[in-house]
């Protein structure tokens, strides 16, 4: 369950429940929103209760930008690895079974390999994993959101994607929280968890920059990746714990 509170006080929190309990008793039909407590534990940071309650209503009112039911947040769980395929950030091998990924380091092609079941697992996490990000980040990200969409939370997502590819991450040792991992475990194999996402080594303006600068991510790709999704469903392995 995503219950961040983002460093909001007793009294704070207590502001949270109360928003979100008075949203569901307006809104009965909602049936699985889980974005509903990480944002509005943020707008708390910045708004008064009442404009609070009334940004997160007016953002349910917006179709296609708040998930509202489960089926919904499945599919968004795994469109970004339908997104990554269309943006030629992943490949198949489909005689392996195994997903090779590529992207630049230091003027070098580098590559990685993992199970397609592994794989899918970690990448279908990605939606939970951005509330991960420092607070720092996450401002940035849902000013971002505000003006542009859920299309902000696919940029992100992939833009971190490449990141790792990349080998950005080898540099988080295996201390970061007891992890056990060696130190050049991201560059020779696919990691995407939330010691990444916590610890990541871009500045929120860098993230921002490297989002906006992406090519081919569009809302007609992104729409073209959750059909996508929808299509292939049956074939899925559906991840626990979305």
Not at 207 to 231: C, D, E, N, P, Y
Request: hydrophobic share 40%.
């Amino acid at each position: 369950m995503l219950l961040p509170t983002f460093f909001l006080n007793t009294i704070g929190q207590n502001c949270l429940r109360t928003i979100l309990h008075n949203i569901f008793i307006d809104r009965p039909e909602l049936v699985y929103a889980p974005q509903l407590w990480p944002l509005t534990a943020l707008f708390l940071h910045y708004m008064p209760i009442t404009v609070v309650r009334k940004c997160i209503l007016t953002l349910l009112d917006q179709p296609g930008i708040l998930i509202q039911t489960k089926s919904d947040w499945k599919e968004h769980c795994l469109s970004l690895e339908e997104l990554a395929y269309l943006c030629n950030l992943l490949r198949r091998d489909s005689q392996k079974r195994t997903i090779l990924m590529t992207s630049k380091s230091n003027e070098k092609n580098v590559s990685a390999t993992c199970k397609e079941d592994e794989r899918r697992l970690q990448l279908a996490r990605w939606c939970l994993l951005l509330w991960k990000l420092p607070f720092e980040h996450l401002v940035c990200l849902i000013d971002s959101f505000l003006l542009e969409g859920p299309k902000v939370f696919y940029r992100a997502g992939l833009v971190i994607l490449k990141a790792s590819l990349s080998g950005k991450y080898s540099k988080i040792s295996s201390e970061t929280n007891g992890i056990g991992r060696n130190v050049g475990d991201y560059s020779h194999g696919f990691v995407y968890d939330e010691e990444i996402f916590k610890h990541i080594p871009l500045t929120p303006s860098k993230l921002m920059r490297k989002m906006f600068s992406l090519r081919g991510v569009s809302r007609t790709k992104i729409s073209q990746a959750i059909k996508s999704v929808q299509s292939l469903q049956g074939n899925f392995c559906s991840p626990n714990n979305l």
